[in-house]
């Protein structure tokens, strides 16, 4: 039975360690945080994970992901259920302006739960898995390495304390790990699951290995999310967002988000240079900007609503590929990437779980059906260069669409970042990568020959056929390039575009407004408080 070892117990580390022990492997995963998960859902609003610090932030959880899960993991899916899950149909949520319903579809269902329910759950399923041992408190702290190629010397190695140095071209072999305690574990293959801040490609480039440059963008965005519980019944309000309420208002867009059983969050996304807005951070000012915008007037009811969790911050984002072989060459064999440690795109799209799930998927049936570690390494990077890529060029794309808007005159500034765009680049200064593979029969006429999400999202409110297809492409089901570029979908969205049509706009309170409010509400909160005190 081959060993292999998980770095992190995250949601792409315990799916890929479940998928793996299934295929024959015996698993190891190591997380560097303590167990100290609440012995009972009920208690898991106070479970803080000092290595997961998104749990405090808004999710949702996509139908892609939902459909991998009750094929792969049915088991999670059931444990979800019984925590309380809500599952949004998005055929009951379509927008009231479609010219005609469209049909129930079980495909088109969207998860929506706290990220800390969903750790608990697969902690408790994969935890019951033979073949898998979670180790809490297990910090990684290098890796065992040795160099391949004549005359090279070999031995353990890691940053800090690395000595193996991989001969000229050749690729770096892993043998395992060396932990913080001072011991060291080998396996046949280590998976970096350690998320978008793992230190892993690092002690990679130290030992010698010979990596291609990761593509990365700044997001442009900072999010404050507030996690509610609902006293009464839930509003009858529709979800104008699919799986969400909300919209982008000026300089800002604030969505909310329904939770398991009666917990709800909103988030703000602003940009992250905006010094104003950051009065959100104080609970007063986050609940009077939040219910300073009409459509969330019912949800927010002070007297049907209690917060349960601080306002928490999230920045420093951005869109990241980080690809392991360059010019079909393995930078290193032995050791594989999934989740963050891939690929991140911006959080608003709620792709990161579901991309996860579908690279422990794609990781473990690639272990499965190839032995040879150099080759395991090319049909990895052949999946995410073709299957994940495009979601990160997407993200982008909407990123700098939203720029456009947000920073008028000057899109492509980001704090301390250079504002000269590269040529042909987009507002964010990203010129695509790696190179757009061919379209095949989807193949647009010319340049520009398809739509945009945001003329996408438009039509869709229209044109029922238009909405399903854009509706699978937001939920992963489709890629950009079988949407966007289509011939027969840029058509309808165009048809629709040509009439004129828009859709009304969601009222929200200016940016000037909103930071009114919400100072306002701050200093009667100070005032109330220093009152209380004499």
Known sequence: MPDAIVIGAGASGLAVALLLARGGWRVDVLD???DDRPRDLADVADWHRPGATQTWHSHAFLARGRSLLREHAPEILDGLRAAGVRETRLSEHAPPTLADVPPEDDELVVLGCRRATLDWVMREVVGREPGVTIRSGARVAGLLTEARGPGSA???GAAPGTEAASGAGA?????GVRLAN???RTADLVVDAAGRLSPVRRWLVDAGADLPPPAEVDCGIAYYSRFYRRRGPEPAVALNRGHTAGASFDRYSCLMFPADRDVFSMTFGVLPEDGDIRVLRHGAAFDAAARAIEMFVPW???EQVVPVSPVT????LSNRLRPLVADGRPG???LLTVGDAAIITNPAHTRGVTLALLGAVRLAETVRAIRDPADRALALDQSLRTEFAPWFEDSVHQDAARLLRWRPDNPGVRSGGDPSPINGALPTGYTPWPPRPEWGANAPAAAGAGVTNGEAYLAARRDPWVWDRFTRLQNA????SAVLTDSAFVARVRDVLATGWRPDPVPGPSHGELMGIATEALAQEGAGARARGN
């Open 32 to 34: 560097r945080d303590p």
């Open 154 to 156: 070999s031995g353990a």
């Open 171 to 175: 690729p770096l072999v892993v043998r």
């Open 182 to 184: 001072g011991s060291s």
């Open 300 to 302: 927010l009811d002070a």
């Open 313 to 316: 911050a999230m920045s420093h």
């Open 332 to 334: 290193v064999l032995g």
């Open 477 to 480: 089901l489709l890629p950009p």
